[in-house]
């Protein structure tokens, strides 16, 4: 069975311009979570989908990011514009249970660097 | 508000010695625990996890934690260390009352020396 996919694995675009990344879950997650982490500091958690829907968006940092999940299968973020204080790994992670004691299935991440 | 708090960015021991990562969380209801390590160009991966039951927790690769709630602790021990566990070690925790946002520590690097 593949695992948590990500494109792409890493995108270098300057600051203004737009980039979108793309999480592909495991197959029957329902479940879909987006973190990020920041050069030097802890994994934080962006938002969360149950099939197509927001469930928890307390984490996106602000309005220049969009999350989507159309059909409750794939999922993009997109960032527009680009700052500077973006760049970081952005994972995407996958669960088939909903309680808070489910295991997430982490993505390799996408590397993304705004110069 | 929860965190998590890891003690020490890297972490050194010799092959064969004993491994011990370090993990306080504060939370004003019990947590659920989990230990993810990820590897050089991998994802994370769950090494362990603690819900409820029995506070000793296995887990792959030899790895165990025990949960202190005395303590608010989740130390993260392998008897003996292989080469291969060098990586990046992750804390984290998550409350029954939401719906599994995980809060991370900071991360551990684990280097193991020959």
């Known amino acids: 069975e593949a695992g948590v996919t990500q494109f792409p694995s890493h995108s270098v675009i300057e600051k203004g311009q737009t980039v979108t990344l793309r999480c592909d879950p495991i197959s029957g997650h329902d479940n879909l979570y987006w973190y990020r982490r920041v050069m030097g500091k802890e994994i934080k958690f962006l938002l969360h989908f149950v099939k197509e829907s927001k469930q928890d968006e307390s984490g996106m940092p602000n309005n220049r990011f969009l999350a989507e999940r159309t059909g409750g299968t794939y999922s993009t973020l997109k960032v527009q514009p680009a700052e500077l204080e973006d760049s970081g790994v952005y994972f995407c992670a996958s669960s088939q249970e909903v309680q808070a004691r489910g295991t997430q299935y982490f993505g390799p991440g996408t590397r993304l660097t705004v110069l | 508000a929860q965190s998590v708090t890891q003690l020490g960015s890297h972490v050194s021991v010799s092959e064969g010695a004993l491994v011990l990562l370090r993990c306080n969380y504060s939370s004003s209801v019990p947590p659920y625990l989990f230990w993810y390590v990820q590897y050089p160009n991998q994802g994370l991966q769950l090494l362990l996890k603690?819900?409820?039951?029995?506070?000793l927790v296995k887990g792959i690769n030899g790895f165990e934690a025990e949960f202190k709630k005395s303590e608010t602790s989740f130390h993260l021990t392998k008897p003996s260390a292989h080469m291969s566990d060098a990586a990046e070690y992750f804390c984290a925790v998550s409350r029954s009352s939401n719906t599994g946002k995980l809060i991370f520590g900071q991360g551990t690097t684990l280097q193991v020396k020959p």
């Open positions: 603690y819900t409820t039951g029995a506070t």
